[in-house]
């Protein structure tokens, strides 16, 4: 039986056949995205709000200083430079904006969508929004309600069915493969075509690719984003923290900076607002490979996934990757991470999925 697959463009909707993959689908299309899925089978969505907050901050953000990744298209020849609102470098006036064109669109397809969802499944949704120079002819002085027009929506559902968080062979297999990617701090559709050079060098059973600059410093994964949980010396006595929360001396949780060239992503912000409130120690810093003997805990985090425990991590011994035409020409080095998630990974993963009730948006059936 085929899964459920629905994509919905100015009012016309596809199904099954005829609607793309999701990777397909971003591909086609140049602009800024965000995707997350829905909850407790099919009766609300993940952190809505905050998804679309994250879209009108890559919106913005591309606008501004890449619109090559933000528009379908290079401007035609002779096109004056656009005369935007004032109000277009507000953030407010995006978030505003971006809620305004996705809300009107997920109101037409979402009721369809759920509509086709097979039992068992969850949806997963991606929104995408994309700039369209040719709306721009003609237009003198933009007003707020012009500049609006110049984008459309994209929204693409999928059938996804979430794994089993803690069971014996769900945790992620990483490898560190690239480099980290250019305006990372807005998810832009473009990145699903760059990052493709990087599978060639992804080894058999890896399920997820890790990014750096350097070979030691841990960016984030091509879609994830990368969380170490690491003792703050060598000493034994240190692992204390396994069998209590509470020794704040002990460890702490790591994770890169937005400024190191990270995705904002919307499940990182909630792991950093989690550690806070549950006094877990969290710095942001990009764990170092040098220090990997001090990792006692990894997960990475992704709207689908939500947070996934990490089983293996491997780096190669030299960072000579642009040499590389293979996976299995790398000299590899590896991590492992034995017995299921940790404590601190559990943990948080728990107080996630309590605010997933709290905070989702509730669907009408």
């Not at 721009?136 to 968080?165: A, Q």
Request: charged residues 25%.
């Amino acid at each position: 039986m085929t899964s459920t697959r629905i994509v919905f463009s100015n009012g016309v909707v596809s199904q099954a056949s005829d609607a793309p993959s999701v990777s397909t689908f971003l591909q086609e299309r140049r602009g800024a995205y965000t995707t997350t899925r829905t909850h407790n089978n099919g009766s609300c969505i993940l952190f809505w709000e905050r998804h679309l907050r994250r879209l009108a901050s890559s919106a913005r953000i591309l606008y501004n200083s890449s619109p090559n990744l933000l528009f379908k298209s290079p401007p035609p020849s002779g096109l004056e430079p656009i005369r935007t609102p004032s109000s277009s470098s507000s953030l407010s006036m995006w978030e505003s904006m971006i809620k305004s064109l996705v809300n009107d669109s997920m109101n037409e397809a979402l009721p369809i969508a759920l509509k086709e969802r097979r039992d068992g499944e969850e949806l997963a949704v991606t929104v995408l929004v994309s700039g369209d120079y040719g709306k721009l002819s003609g237009i003198e002085n933009m007003g707020s309600d012009d500049f609006l027009g110049v984008f459309d929506v994209y929204v693409h559902f999928s059938g996804y069915v979430p794994f089993v968080f803690g069971v014996e062979g769900t945790g992620a297999r990483l490898a560190l493969v690239g480099r980290g990617r250019d305006v990372a701090e807005a998810k832009y559709s473009d990145w699903v075509r760059l990052r493709k050079p990087l599978e060639k060098l992804r080894p058999p059973s890896v399920t997820e690719l890790l990014l750096s600059n350097d070979g030691d410093q841990l960016l984030e994964g091509s879609i994830t984003n990368f969380f170490v949980v690491c003792r703050k010396d060598n000493s034994e006595a240190e692992d204390k923290f396994l069998q209590t929360c509470n020794n704040s001396h002990s460890f702490e949780v790591q994770t890169a900076p937005i400024s190191d060239g990270v995705l904002p992503g919307v499940i990182r912000q909630l792991v950093i607002e989690v550690c806070r409130s549950k006094g877990i120690p969290i710095r942001e810093v990009a764990s170092s490979w040098s220090q990997h003997e001090l990792w006692k805990e990894a997960f990475i985090t992704s709207s689908l996934r939500v947070l996934q425990h990490v089983e293996s991590i491997q780096v190669p011994k030299t960072w000579e990757l642009q040499e590389s035409d293979c996976w299995n020409d790398i000299a590899w080095e590896q991590k492992l991470f034995e017995g299921g998630p940790g404590m601190i990974t559990k943990t948080i993963q728990e107080e996630i999925m309590e605010r997933a009730g709290l905070e989702g948006y509730t669907l009408k059936r």
